[in-house]
């Protein structure tokens, strides 16, 4: 059977498209999927370093779709996680070089080879948008709880719909403390507005700007809020559609509470 | 039995009623068989219908048997109402007249209004030559733009804008009403950005002199006094 293509769009920059696709490739690999992740943004590639793959790019997408390489050439394993593999964007051409009709002949072979195609959509509705969308089959919104990127959203969301696709929701970087100071918009004011499915809501972590830095997967490490939040969005994506979202401003409960100082604290990952 | 390439059975809906065509050559067994596949098709229509057998012969003496036959044949099968033969002269089915509509004291008292239903999203706009009636919100960053009255039975969030060009009469009406930024005729109000504790509840906009003022809704309803109902 075929697998799916995601794209992982958010109309504002800055907001995590980037980290989220990076993590959810990785958690889904190591789930035991086959995910192939591909950088759509031209011209401004990122998710090569932010997944610790940059000096082995030779070939990249607009390779690809000009009958420069094979696919098989282009495709950059991950060496610590099985099954995952990138396609880089190209760092010197634009946007306009990839048309529609090549992402769809590129997404129906990246269909044939793996479970999950997870498509990182560039900033913006112009070109790259399009391009991404064009062969996507389900599309994840990245949103952080602030007006600008809220309202962004809303606009891409917009437009999946009006090409029938039904996007779900992640909510990214919540600061817990600044949402019960009520200097942030709370995940249910994201929802509320959007009205979308919520896939996942993730935390403000540090370990997320060292994970970029180093190019150590944020999934793997098992210490990371961000990383639980990345591992249980890969699972309900992943065949877990009804595992509940877990709601950073819940007080903790006296279990985990306890749980954590007797040195059980990641019994979620296991 | 096609006789001349016609069917012995003719079935049309007439004003209220079923309007049955026969022809009377034809043997009442045939004719019960070539009524049952239509009916059947009708199921639960036919319950209670009023049927009108028209024998195409001007209605004369030597059909009414056969039609009383029939009308048994299908109140006992298909539970049909009443069963009556076509009278006078076989006026055809094309030309009953239209049934008259009583007339209604407030009928010309009709409004024009644009009816859209869903979600407003930011960098969407919808324009209403007149009226315009939104079931559901208005998401920040989205326009909704009428020449009448805006009703937005949800959140208004966005941007809304009134009685274009130049209506004072107009109003903005929404269950939940933290707008962006509303405009009647000429005249824009702006939200207080430090006032968001509102909401929640059904307000409307209007013009009240040379500003727009925000009421209650439901304390101040601006059409409960209007009687008789007027166009709007």
């Known amino acids: 059977m075929d697998g799916k293509v ?235 559609p009804d595992l509940p979202v877990e709601d950073p401003m819940a007080p903790k409960s006296f279990w985990k509470k306890l749980g954590g100082r007797i040195g059980r604290k990641n019994r979620m990952q296991s | 039995m096609p006789e001349n390439g016609r069917l012995p059975v003719r079935l049309k809906g007439v004003g209220d009623s079923l309007w049955v065509t026969i022809d009377p050559a034809v043997s009442a067994e045939e004719l019960k068989t070539a009524l049952k596949n239509p009916f059947e098709k009708l199921k639960k229509l036919a319950v209670n219908a009023r049927v009108v057998i028209d024998p195409q012969n001007g209605g004369g003496r030597e059909s009414e048997p056969l039609i009383e036959e029939l009308g048994s044949y299908l109140k006992e099968t298909f539970d049909v109402g009443e069963v009556r033969a076509a009278t006078e002269k076989a006026d055809p089915p094309e030309a009953s007249a239209p049934q008259e509509i009583p007339a209604d004291p407030l009928s010309d008292l009709r409004g024009d209004a644009r009816i859209i239903a869903g979600r407003v999203r930011s960098g969407q706009k919808i324009h209403a030559e007149n009226h315009l009636v939104i079931l559901g919100d208005v998401n920040p960053g989205a326009e909704v733009i009428a020449g009448g009255d805006i009703i937005i039975l949800g959140g208004l969030r966005g941007t809304a804008v009134a009685g274009q060009p130049d209506n004072e009469e107009a109003v903005i009406i929404a269950l939940d009403f933290r707008p962006t930024q509303i405009q009647i005729g000429g005249l824009a109000a702006a939200s207080d950005p430090n006032d968001a504790g509102r909401g929640k509840f059904p307000e409307f906009a209007k013009i009240d002199g040379t500003r727009i003022v925000i009421l209650d809704y439901t304390k101040d309803n601006p059409f409960r006094r209007l009687a008789p109902p007027e166009k709007r």
């Not at chain 1, 907001?15 to 990785?26: C, D, M, N």
């Not at chain 1, 990249?60 to 396609?87: M, T």
């Not at chain 1, 499915?197 to 999934?219: A, F, K, Q, R, Y």
């Open chain 1, 6 to 240: 995601v794209v992982i769009t958010s109309g504002k920059g800055g907001v995590g498209k980037t980290t989220v696709t990076a993590s959810l490739g990785a958690a889904l690999a190591l789930q035991g999927k086959r995910v192939a992740v591909v950088d759509m943004d031209i011209g401004l590639r990122n998710l090569d370093v932010v997944m610790g793959l940059e000096n082995r790019i030779i070939f990249n997408v607009v390779d690809v779709v000009q009958g420069k390489c094979k696919l098989k050439q282009a495709l950059i394993k991950d060496r610590r996680i099985n099954n995952l593999y990138l396609i880089p964007a190209s760092q010197s051409d634009e946007k306009n070089v990839i048309q529609p009709e090549n992402m769809k002949w590129l997404c129906k072979r990246l269909k044939k080879e793996f479970d999950f195609t997870l498509l990182d959509c560039p900033a913006g509705i112009e070109q790259g948008f399009k391009n991404s969308i064009e062969a996507a089959d389900d599309a994840i919104v990245v949103c952080m709880p602030e007006i600008s990127s809220v309202r962004d959203a809303d606009r891409v969301i917009g437009l999946l719909y009006s090409r029938s696709i039904e996007p779900k929701l992640v909510v990214n970087r919540i600061v817990p403390k600044m949402v019960e100071r009520g200097d942030m918009l709370s995940h249910q004011d994201v929802v509320d507005v959007l009205s979308i499915d919520l896939i996942g809501l993730v935390e403000s972590d540090e370990s997320v700007v060292v994970s970029t830095n180093t190019g150590l997967p944020i999934v793997m490490q098992k210490e990371s809020k961000a990383g639980r939040a990345f591992n249980q969005i890969a699972m309900r994506m992943n065949g877990h």
